[in-house]
């Protein structure tokens, strides 16, 4: 028997992006655990990294080309499949142009070298893609509106911080290793603050924890900074050196008093000033934010008052200081484009959070053809009955992937793909500071390629090998890491240490004060994008809207899972939880006849599913929390509720802006 350890890392869009040893067994991969010499991944990992293994060898993993046909799937050889995929595509450039192809696409895996299948599609010609975000563009676009770009503070700078406030970030979930540091900050005597419409669970208590109503998180931060100017609890030096726009932002805070935002916010007045204070008056305080508070039709300027608690109180470029909310910067200084947008020739894009509506209204050409990777949107995107309509009216229809998921099943060629422990390798994502190296460990099963064999050999089949590139698998790494050769490191330098930390990462983010803004400043206030007064203190749209109360009296939350992410690794934890339950505080239960167990009618203007009410202190009054990810073809599909609605900055889904109603199965006949 021969056994060894190698490190590899997880593929997986999560803000710790774990180094992981993995034990491989006479060809096998048997055990996943972390990486003790990381200094994040510490040795521990969760439940997604130990399913890899499961994941890998699942018996209803996708293994062979599967062709659709009226009696059901069929096996094809990977020839017929890019004869057929070959076929498709030169008939509908000629008959229609590019543009009537749609590649659809998502950070399932952050192996980089997937993105060569955007490569395929502009060497083929250019295709209709989308923009703007499921998760997080509402809160990136305000702080590039802020301040110039999204950065963020090293991890370890938390250490310096004497008050962390966590809004919106539920980090036993999404940042478990971020855990040690903050437990860390208390232990030296620091203060943990925790805002969120659901009371999350932590493994020590939280020193202040403030459950804001849905959507109404700007009007809090707005709260704050009026206690902090009205108390002079301000930094006017900073102000006056790096702020823009502070008279025209205090017309703003003057009128959002705390007794006004507690009626808004759920929030006691005392309690925004006792927060102010807190946050205010401490020498360091840093702010960790996470994607749910701007999932809202204001999801913006949500983001951008909180940023302003920041500007105002001199917490930017400070070490133990911040709104931390990605390293999307410093990727992209890092690393070279590999997409070839140079090579297309022509392109069209759609609203990423309007996919279905956007889709099903193209004409001039219409969409004729769906190619779908590293992504499962008919389970994901908002509006699912818009979405697989839209997939439902495309004549040919092609998903890359290792399990039929329901994206899959709406596909008429599903092409399996290796798992990271299949294919070599490099993995980063704009929410950690690490770039990791994956070696290939196995053998790929059966018939499964990576996405890079079967765009690259498509590409051979068509003629477009010349445009595409005819680079191995090394020299495309290579080429990923030409910028970072002045830093001294190459593919052999990464090899060897198999992890490097983002060489133009500062421990500081803005420690220079030089803000990417027009003005080199800190925007509070600019002639394209004001605070306005009235968009402060009211809730837009579906959850602010009264007549849609009226039918939709409660709001659904949709979070994410502590063991999936997002759709993925669902399938393994069926015989956990073999019913998608609704959340539910007992007083609107009562209120509605509903006992815990019971099955219920989950109802949107949209659509409605079927769930199990699970009573629930930890949810407001008023609200249901059902999880996303759960895939339609076992009882889930939260998106038949959200809508296809978009955040006011960066065109992000506002899934969180949804209302709803709830019955007891019972009471339907």
Not at 140 to 152: I, L, Y
Not at 315 to 329: C, F, I, L, Q
Not at 493 to 499: A, D, I, R, T, W
Request: a neutral charge; charged letters at 25%.
């Amino acid at each position: 028997m021969q056994m060894a350890v190698y490190k590899s890392v997880c593929p997986l869009n999560c803000f710790d992006s774990c180094v992981l040893m993995v034990e491989v067994r006479d060809g096998k991969v048997t055990k996943v655990t972390g990486d003790p010499e990381h200094p994040y991944t510490r040795g521990t990992v969760c439940s997604k990294a130990h399913r890899q293994v499961e994941r890998l060898y699942s018996p209803d993993r996708v293994r062979v080309p599967l062709r659709k046909t009226a009696s059901g799937w069929q096996k094809i050889s990977w020839d017929d499949a890019l004869d057929l995929m070959t076929e498709k595509l030169d008939k509908i450039a000629g008959e229609s142009g590019t543009t009537a192809v749609l590649h659809s696409f998502d950070s399932g895996s952050n192996g980089l070298l997937n993105d060569l299948v955007q490569r395929f599609f502009n060497a083929y010609g250019g295709v209709t893609t989308t923009y703007g975000s499921l998760c997080w563009g509402a809160g990136f676009a305000a702080q590039v509106a802020d301040f110039g770009g999204v950065r963020s503070h090293r991890w370890e700078d938390v250490l310096n911080s004497e008050v962390v406030v966590l809004w919106g970030r539920n980090v036993a979930v999404t940042n478990r290793h971020f855990l040690p540091y903050l437990k860390e900050v208390k232990s030296k005597g620091g203060r943990v603050v925790v805002i969120n419409p659901i009371n999350i669970k932590l493994p020590f208590e939280a020193d202040m924890f403030l459950q804001v109503k849905p959507g109404t998180d700007g009007v809090l931060a707005l709260a704050a900074a009026h206690v902090i100017c009205r108390e002079r609890w301000l930094d006017l030096d900073f102000v006056a050196n790096h702020v823009k726009g502070f008279a025209e932002y205090l017309e703003v805070v003057k009128d959002v008093t705390p007794e006004k935002a507690e009626i808004v916010t759920g929030i006691p007045a005392k309690r925004i000033e006792e927060f102010a204070g807190l946050y205010a008056r401490a020498c360091t305080a840093s702010i960790y934010l996470g994607y749910g508070m701007q999932r809202y039709s204001n999801g913006g300027r949500i983001v951008r008052a909180i940023d302003s608690l920041a500007a105002i109180t001199g917490n930017v470029g400070k070490s133990g200081g911040g709104v931390n909310y990605s390293y999307s910067d410093y990727k992209s200084r890092v690393l070279k484009d590999i997409t070839g947008p140079e090579l297309a020739r022509t392109g069209r894009k759609i609203a990423y959070p309007r996919w279905g509506e956007e889709v099903l209204g193209l004409k001039e050409p219409p969409i004729r053809a769906i190619f779908v990777n590293r992504s499962n949107p008919v389970t994901q995107l908002p509006n699912t009955a818009k979405v697989r309509q839209a997939f439902k009216q495309a004549e040919f229809v092609v998903t890359v992937d290792f399990m039929l998921t329901d994206t899959a099943l709406e596909s008429d060629l599903v092409l399996p793909c290796t798992t990271i422990f299949e294919e070599e390798n490099i993995v980063a994502n704009g929410m950690n500071q690490y770039l990791a190296y994956a070696p290939q460990l196995v053998e790929p099963l059966g018939d499964c390629r990576s996405d890079m064999w079967i765009f690259s050999r498509l590409a051979e089949r068509m003629g477009l090998a010349d445009k595409f590139g005819r680079l191995t698998r090394q020299q495309w790494m290579e080429k990923l890491l030409e910028p970072l050769q002045e830093y001294g490191v190459d593919l052999a330098s990464l090899k060897e240490k198999s992890v490097i930390l983002n060489p133009v990462i500062p421990d500081v983010a803005w420690k220079d004060k030089k803000f990417n803004t027009p003005s080199g400043k800190i925007e509070l206030y600019s002639e394209a994008l004001a605070l306005e007064p009235v968009a402060a203190m009211k809730e837009n749209g579906e959850i602010g809207s009264k007549d849609v109360q009226k039918t939709y009296p409660l709001i659904l939350l949709s979070p994410h899972s502590s063991g999936r992410l997002h759709s993925q690794f669902h399938d393994l934890q069926l015989h956990e939880t073999l019913h998608m339950p609704v959340e539910i505080h007992p007083e609107t239960a009562m209120e509605y006849g509903i006992g815990d167990g019971m099955d219920v009618l989950v109802e949107s203007p949209r659509g409605q599913v079927t769930a199990v009410a699970k009573l629930s202190r930890h949810v407001l009054p008023g609200v249901l929390v059902i999880e996303e990810g759960w895939w339609l073809k076992f009882g889930g599909g939260v998106n038949f509720l959200t809508p296809d609605t978009v955040s006011d900055m960066g065109t992000t889904a506002a899934y969180y802006d949804c209302r709803c109603s709830i019955r007891r199965m019972a009471e339907i006949k």
